[in-house]
């Protein structure tokens, strides 16, 4: 060092010792990579960061440009560089070679000996550049090379924590340091050859370089393997719990470091959540990642596409809104509305969808088609719009949720400030408008945690004061260079996970990047990347008084072995075991395994998990049938209940789903219809064919032909009304081709044929059949010369289903029409001789052939019936019906009902 005044690199195997031997925070400007680096060198909270002093330092250059609109211009640059047609695929790809352009210094011309793709990227930057400054702004990639060109008042700077410095950070060091100043850097062998080059840079720019020899920690190592990834985080968690409850460690004391947070965060969520355990992740994630900008997702989205039914419902249903309740959802669900004005149709009889209706005019300003007479009109600036944001959100978003997620809200605020178009004419669209916001809740990133403001880690510069985060923070190993911690946990201390595999930038090969340090512009290498790869490693290790380390073997289908820190240590793993359970869930699991270990009196949930395994374990093996499978034993009389047809076949085709809809009532929530369905074209053509049949009562021929087509307009009007098929989307386009089906049909002889009489219509029965009350609904009695012929609509052109007759395995037994030829005819048609019963298609217009009932098959059912629900008896049968079965989820039909050892069929006649 040549003297107090001199401006010196220090080298050190331990950068926390030498800060605290060489640092004074009073004569010197502090400039730490963390709070935790300041800490460790004995400095206090008045620290800032290179980030952040950048940031400040810039303002005299403009404004830094945010995320979106960063993106807005490099998708206006790729647009003028590769044409229209994919410019926001290029503005994907586009920050990497951009970045390098302007950090390079961006020379005004293009140099020489580049190929013609980082050609392409040049113009992109140039013109990026120029959409950045019509907007007033900088990219934050050319801040620091601005500044250090431009750079404010030297001063004397001490730089902790880093462990090393690119080219422009390098240059903004040199231009802002003043007499005085200290840069500490690791030194460590091989481990440090990313630092070496910084050093070297900063000593041919006249710094003086010295070199410490401070031993560091001599830190404990804990080397284990799992079986898999969560064991692993099984074993790790469990260990952070033992230190800070048995061994009395601090929580700011203790870290967990992985190179690879997106993978191991659900687990780390999970397993601490079991083990009663305060993690923090020290992450960034996009705002519509997390719950509150989840909702905000919907909403736009909602927007964008004009309320559609789905979107809207799930957004007025959302806990973060709750202005739609289950009545309100029931009526929208029958309507299906889209757009404003339907969703206020659908609203307006329901008592909680009155405070749905209030908001719904706070949607007004962004809504695609406004109501008429509409009181506010569309913002044509952006603070216009913030208003109308606010105002929005006001009337959806509950008090109770906008505090909860008060910091996320404060960060959509502030996003929407670069977010909402300047210029007027963009201002004045709606669709812009929309794109931005659905582009910063994409684009803008916020930490992964939910606490205070003021609490919040800024990831551009130091953590407030006060105490570490909240609970345990889990961080990328960058984190830890030049900080100190009592306990450091490293999860994925595989190779190929940690340090991690580095290969050639996807822009840049090694060709390209030769090109590019010939004309003077800098592109990492991978062996640049390596070596900083390698720097973080000896970080971790060299800020842990007690290192654990860890991998789990198996993470898939892909196998693990120990990674580079493993043998740098001397560390052979070990298997990881847990000495005892960490948490509720694990006890639980445990006592499971040991069924007679615990009484189960004492543990609620263990007496029910217990239950649950063994109703389970009972349906997968190869036993009878139990109370789990349908065979309740509860014994009904058949006799003092009130049949249909339909529930008849039902009964016929599966007992176990007449079992749920008939005796225990489940049924499907009424729905609307997204398009004209079988069901929904059924019910249509039986009610408006009904109605205009009114007309022919009692004519036959031309004459009740006329009649029919006469009432027939009027009638599909009352029947589309009464089924909501105007409620279908594009009803209007699809009516006439209903209503001309219907026009023809009337006129098919097969329909209305010349010798039949229009007698009754729609007409109720009630007797008995083989002993049982039955009740039910004709669709029309016919008079001929032969007698009476009773007639059912089937929308199909196919044979209907019937039940399971002498052969089980065919569902051929027709009970409908022998239920009609020997009970509704006799009594709708008292006096008349009964000719005959047929299935008529109104879809294929003709009659659907049959062959003749057998009595005796039909006795016989009816005597299996008596004893199945006198056994209490409703297995599981599946068979062609399970394609029209709404129960598929209840009854969980799957292989395991071949585990029984008897074939379903089989099955069926199993009963007393």
Known sequence: MSGPAARVVVRSSDPAAAARALVDGQRQRVVAASLEAARAAGLGPRTTSLARLVRGAARRHGRLAGAVTRRQALREACEAVFGASDAAGYAARATLPVTTWLRAGFPPSPPDGVGERNLAWWRVAQRYRAALQARGAIDPAEAARLVAADPPERVAIALVGYPTLDPDEVALVDAVSGPGSVVILPQHGAWTVAADVAADALQALGWSITTRTDPGPDATIEAWRAATLDDEVRAALAAVKRALLEDGVPAGEVVVVTRDLERYAGALRTIAHAYGLALTLERRVALRATPLGGWLATLVDALADDLPFETTAALLRHPFCVLLDQAGFDAARRWRPRGQAAWRRALTRTVRGRDALAALDALTPFVARRPRGARRARPSDAEGWREALERLLEALLSPAAAAAHAPVLLAWRRALDDALPA?????????????????????????????????????????????????????????????????????????????????????????????????????????????????????????????????????????????????????????????????????????????????????????????????????????????????????????????????????????????????????????????????????????????????????????????????????????????????????????????????????????????????????????????????????????????????????????????????????????????????????????????????????????????PPDPAEAADFVERLRRSLAAGDYPVEPSDACRFCPLEAACRKGPRLEHKGRTPSAARGAVP
Do not use: N
């Open 423 to 851: 210029d007027a004419a963009a201002a004045s669209a709606r669709g812009t408008v929309l794109r931005s916001l659905r582009e910063t809740l994409r684009i803008v990133s916020v930490p992964d945690r939910q606490l205070p403001d003021h609490q919040a880690h800024d990831a551009a510069g130091v953590e407030a004061p006060g105490d570490r985060g909240v609970g345990v923070r889990v961080v990328a190993p960058e984190a830890l260079t030049g900080a100190r911690y009592g306990r450091v946990f490293v999860l994925g201390a595989a190779e190929g996970m940690f340090p991690a595999p580095v290969q050639d930038p996807p822009l840049f090969d090694a060709f390209d990047r030769e090109a590019l340090r010939s004309a003077g512009v800098v592109v990492a290498s991978p062996a640049d990347l390596a070596r900083r790869e390698r720097l973080a490693a000896w970080g971790v290790w060299r800020a842990a008084e007690r290192l654990w380390l860890s991998y789990p073997e198996q993470i898939g289908r892909d196998a693990r072995l120990p990674g580079l820190l493993f043998a740098a240590l001397g560390a052979t793993p070990g298997p990881v075991a847990l000495a005892r359970p960490a948490g509720p869930a694990e006890r639980r699991a445990r006592d499971l395994a040991r069924v007679d270990a615990v009484d189960a009196a004492t543990d609620p949930v263990l007496r029910h998990a217990r239950h649950a395994w063994r109703v389970e374990m009972t349906r997968e093996r190869a036993s009878e049938r139990d109370a789990f499978d349908g065979v309740v034993g509860r014994p009904l009389d058949a006799l003092s209940r009130r049949w249909s047809a339909t529930q008849l076949t039902t009964f016929g085709q599966c007992r176990f789903r007449w079992l749920a809809q008939s005796a225990w009532g489940v049924r499907e929530p009424r729905e609307g219809e997204v398009e004209v369905s079988p069901l929904l074209r059924g019910s249509l053509y039986h009610h408006a064919l009904a109605l205009a049949l009114q007309a022919s009562v009692g004519r036959s021929g031309e004459a009740a032909r006329s009649a029919a087509q006469g009432a027939l307009e009027s009638a599909f009007a009352a029947a589309e009304r009464a089924t909501d098929a105007d409620a279908v989307p594009h009803w209007r386009h699809l009516r006439d081709e209903h209503l001309e089906h219907l026009r023809v049909l009337i006129d098919t002889p097969a329909f209305l044929p010349d010798d039949h009489e229009v007698y009754r219509l729609e007409t109720g029965f009630a007797g008995t059949w083989h002993e049982l009350e039955v009740v039910g609904r004709v669709d029309r009695i016919d008079r001929t010369k032969d007698g009476v012929v009773v007639i059912d609509y089937k929308t199909g052109s196919g044979r209907p289903l019937g039940a399971r007759g002498f052969d089980a395995e065919r569902l051929d037994l027709d009970l409908q029409l022998p239920l009609y030829l020997e009970v509704a005819a006799p009594r709708l048609a008292p006096g008349e001789r009964v000719a005959s019963a047929r299935y008529l298609s109104i879809g294929a217009m003709r009659e659907i052939p049959r062959e």
